[in-house]
């Protein structure tokens, strides 16, 4: 009986995982803060539409690039430095979790160009499975799952989705896409999320419940925007071109007659 029960217990924590981890990436939660606008060199940075509030801080600012700690993210996956975990000693399923979606608009100064965009994201997850000599082992899971869209006149023009699944330790990710094309505006959408469960060994008469426990959360969020400045042709260099031009037609007038 407590085999089939475990085994119960297992698919359950399987089966809830793997719907939490296609559900949480798509879930969001209203931020609180002031609406974001911050200039540099290259680039302005707002919220996006959807997203009227959030929290970042300026890393870096220049003509090259514009890095920012993504702090109200890190702040809800991280459960305000609280931690997210799950704890369960009697056989009940125990789980946790939290996901914040943001985006925002990056418009482009004239003479500039977006070169490539990077987001680094730092977790730190525990699992600890309760095991006895007498029972089946009890579960414990983790997930966190990343996206990043980039956004260009309602097409998408840039993704890149990662996860990472049951990290004992400490890990790293890592999103990023080139941007090769000149865009004067884009949108910038990321979907962030983090989720645990456990599930202990009940007491069994002989010994009292033995523990079952499963963390993850966010320790760091940097987005990098990487820019270039794009040489703006002299006046000289047009008049070349449309010279140039005006001697080709007139050699093709002359083919023709």
């Known amino acids: 009986m407590k085999a ?7 698919v359950s924590i399987k089966a809830t995982a793997a719907g939490l981890a ?32 959030d ?10 690039v514009l890095q920012l700690s993504l702090t109200e993210l890190l702040a809800r996956n991280n459960n305000a430095g609280a931690t997210w975990s799950a704890y369960d000693d009697q056989g009940n399923y125990q789980q946790a979790g939290a996901s914040y979606n943001t985006g925002y608009q ?3 100064r004239e003479g500039y160009r977006i070169t490539s965009i990077d987001w680094n994201l730092t977790f730190a997850g525990q699992l600890q499975q309760a095991t006895s000599p007498l029972d089946p082992p009890g579960q414990a899971a983790n997930r966190t799952a990343e996206g990043m869209q980039l956004i260009s006149n309602g097409n998408v023009v840039g993704s890149d989705a990662r996860f990472i699944d049951n990290l004992n330790g400490t890990g790293q990710l890592q999103l990023s896409f080139a941007t090769p094309d000149w865009y004067p505006a884009l949108g910038l959408e990321l979907q962030s999320g983090v989720w645990m469960a456990a599930q202990g060994i009940p007491p069994n008469g002989i010994l009292p419940g033995l523990p079952s426990f499963a963390s993850m959360n966010m320790t760091d969020a940097v987005l990098t925007i990487h820019t270039v400045m794009v040489p703006v042709p002299e006046p000289s260099t047009y008049a070349m071109l449309l010279g140039g031009l005006a001697l080709v037609g007139a050699m093709a007038r002359r083919r023709r007659d």
């Open 4 to 10: 089939r029960m475990k085994v119960s217990m297992k």
């Open 106 to 108: 990056l418009t482009v």
């Open 55 to 64: 929290r970042v801080t300026v890393l870096a600012s220049s003509g090259t």
């Open 22 to 53: 296609l559900g949480m990436i798509f879930l969001g939660t209203s931020a609180y803060a002031e609406p974001i606008h911050i200039e540099s060199e290259a680039l302005t940075l707002d919220n996006g539409a959807a997203y009227a509030d």
